[in-house]
């Protein structure tokens, strides 16, 4: 008996150790892509569980050879949990890939490499039609958009992918487990598209230590705010999760305004060669959703600042800021163009065209484990439409005056439930009038 038994805890144990050796610890996970905000690069970044070499092995034949070589840097990850879980991400920027061109890839080492993905290089200049597609909120688990995103994306409808915040739900929980099936379920999107990022509340643990890990994002500050260009768009990405968080550093508030502040003089600077703004964040400065958040209220944080000061929503409105994208809300928002809770509609008859004031859309409703938001019954005379169903935008900046959007509702199998064109002149956009 006694022999029998420790012949089956050798037996348990050996299959135990084959089980593990399954998939290889150097065997690159969590593929992902991200747009390093230099014409003719992308980022690569992957996990592995031991430490490895950094390379991307990639060339321009979908099947043949992978002639070009790329190397990076390994950073080690220690998750805050209780295990302490260690794990090592890879970082590899490719550059002089050639605009538009159609690439093939793989990452790894001669430990272990990934399967073979592909990507189209950016466009360059800003004479181009950017399609991407935006949206917050979406969990590990009840990720209802995120099978037509990935039809979507072997179609190619997209040359980039806005994920405004919220991830996982959360990349922090199970000692950072849900985060590391979150980063595999969104590799068949996020391996051949630049998914670019933005923080939400639920990466605050431990000061945001997943998502500043796990994500790529352009500039020297870790992902929480950057900005990029895109064709005729720039694009700012920041976290109104500074304005919430304090613990962390109530420094950071006046650090990210005084960046913001430069980066929109700088795109002012350039307007002319690419007249659209667009911001995204998480958290809005408005909604009408029932619930407890700010944005239901009259003094929104991000919108007004602490104490009266920091207040994002005047200096977007001095910058003649186009577009702002939020998230947050699990719903889909729509906003007449507004200032300090004044609709300033281009004309009754077309509101969007020659707008007086910025638009916001609310897109923060691609699924997770905690559905849909509700809506207030009376919404105020700012809000729009509003969709309460899973889903997510679309947004195709067709040229320097016209910009195209529609909400895609997973609810109705992909119908298309509002739709409406963006329409600003080339000059005078510095200030709204
Ligand atoms: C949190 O992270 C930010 C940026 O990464 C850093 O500036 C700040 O000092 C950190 N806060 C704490 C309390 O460690
Ligand atoms: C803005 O335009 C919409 C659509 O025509 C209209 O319903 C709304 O009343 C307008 N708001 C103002 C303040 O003009
Ligand atoms: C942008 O596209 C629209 C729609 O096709 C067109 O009417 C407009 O003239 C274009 N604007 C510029 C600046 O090319
Ligand atoms: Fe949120």
Redesign the pocket.
Known sequence: MHLLCSCCLLLLFSVGAQGALETPKATPEHVHLSYPGEPGSMTVTWTTWVPARSEVQFGMQLSGPMPLRAQGTLTTFVDGGVLRRKFYIHRVTLRKLLPGVQYVYRCGSAQGWSRRFRFRALKNGVHWSPRLAVFGDMGADNAKALPRLRRDTQQGMYDAILHVGDFAYNMDEDNARVGDRFMKLIEPVAANLPYMTCPGNHEQRYNFSNYKARFSMPGDNEGLWYSWDLGPAHIISFSTEVYFFLRYGRHLVQKQFRWLERDLQKANQNRAARPWIITMGHRPMYCSNADLDDCTKYESKVRRGLGGKYGLEDLFYKHGVDLQLWAHEHSYERL??IYNY????G?????YTHPRGPVHIITGSAGCEERLTPFVIRPR??S?VRVKEYGYTRMNILNGTHLHMQQVSDDQDGKIVDDFWLVRPLHGRTMYL
């Open positions: 007449w163009p004044q609709v300033f509609n004309s009754r008859q077309q509101p005379p700012w729009a």
